[in-house]
């Protein structure tokens, strides 16, 4: 196979340059390049130029989860065999990762080589930010863009009542476009489709958000199952099982993926920081660089919220997914969990000794 037909058969599955250099070493080996399109049960489908081809991802599936082949990888797999192997995948320009519900807390790739983070949430119910921030949260850290779609719109006719909800998720996602779409009409379809035309998009959401039938829509045909949400709640049965990468006929490829139940952090300050940009930038005005925003003096946060200009709400998100972040962090981090029981020791010790000087005070009244 040579460079040329690889570049037009992989081009609408996101080959390029870089890519390609990245394969030099595998090319010389007579490998064939190609992106996984789905992962099931130790196998995958990779799309090359030669077809969609079936191969064991044996010789690349080590203990650590995080490092299994995943929906988006570039691999090289071998051009012929039975079975036929992947032998490796091409470093990630991007990882989207969310914890699992396991105890040992481990990482979970959803999708990998992803530009943009396409957030499904329902407006058939009421709008839960603190879940839309802790997605935000997560994509950031994964080095994508994220984008807030609001489906179901048509369930929100007056005009005044859209921008407002429109509004509320803009403040909890600063620097995140917010787009209003309707598969029934097709508003705000143009624009969902102008965002996910250039690079790779995952659409990620709760079940009933309605990402299958915003995929089918994006793809132009009924290709992803659709079944009907129930009225009471909003939710949906889990019409995607499996990750699934399909190239749109508009250009970009779209990753779809199943109705998220649950949305771990997984060693994801940074992407926190970004969802809660305004609170970061009002942190460098305390008066004290560790400051937690409790009950410091000086503290700026604190004075943002009181006079209104930082909602209490955004601020209780805030601390929730860092505190949540930090356990899943020290879990796997010995010197941050030898900290946390440092902090623990010295806010106890601090307890203890304005316990005493309260009963000190009590005795001397």
Known sequence: MNSTSAFSALAPYGWDEGWAEAFTPYDAEGLLPGRVVRVDRGQCDVVTADGILRADTAFVTPHDPMRVVCTGDWVAVEPGGNPRYVRAYLPRRTAFVRSTSSKRSEGQILGANVDHAIVAVSLAVELDL?????????????????????????????????????????????????????????DG???????????????????????????????????MTVQAT????????????????????????LIDTPGLRGVGLWDAETGVGQVFSEIEELAERCRFHDCAHEAEPGCAVLAAMETGELPERRLDSYRKLLRENRRIVAKTDARLRA????????????????????????WRS
């Open 130 to 186: 603190g879940r839309i921030e802790r997605f935000l949260a997560l994509a950031w850290e994964s080095g994508a863009q994220p984008v807030v779609v609001l489906s179901k719109a048509d369930l929100v006719p007056d005009a005044v009542t859209l921008s407002h909800l429109v509004q509320d998720v803009e403040t909890s996602a600063p620097g995140v476009p917010v787009v209003p779409v309707s598969s029934v009409d097709g």
């Open 189 to 223: 379809l143009d624009v969902l489709a102008a965002i996910v035309g250039g690079g790779t998009s995952v659409l990620l959401g709760q079940s009933g958000a309605g990402k299958s039938t915003l995929a089918n829509a994006l793809l132009g045909e009924d290709v």
């Open 230 to 253: 129930r009225d009471a709640d909003g939710k949906g049965r889990h019409t995607t099982t499996t990750r699934n990468l399909l190239a749109l006929p508009g250009g970009g490829v």
């Open 339 to 362: 900290e946390i029981r440092k902090d623990w020791k010295r806010k106890g010790a601090m307890g203890r000794a304005a316990m005493e000087a309260k009963r000190g005070s009590h």
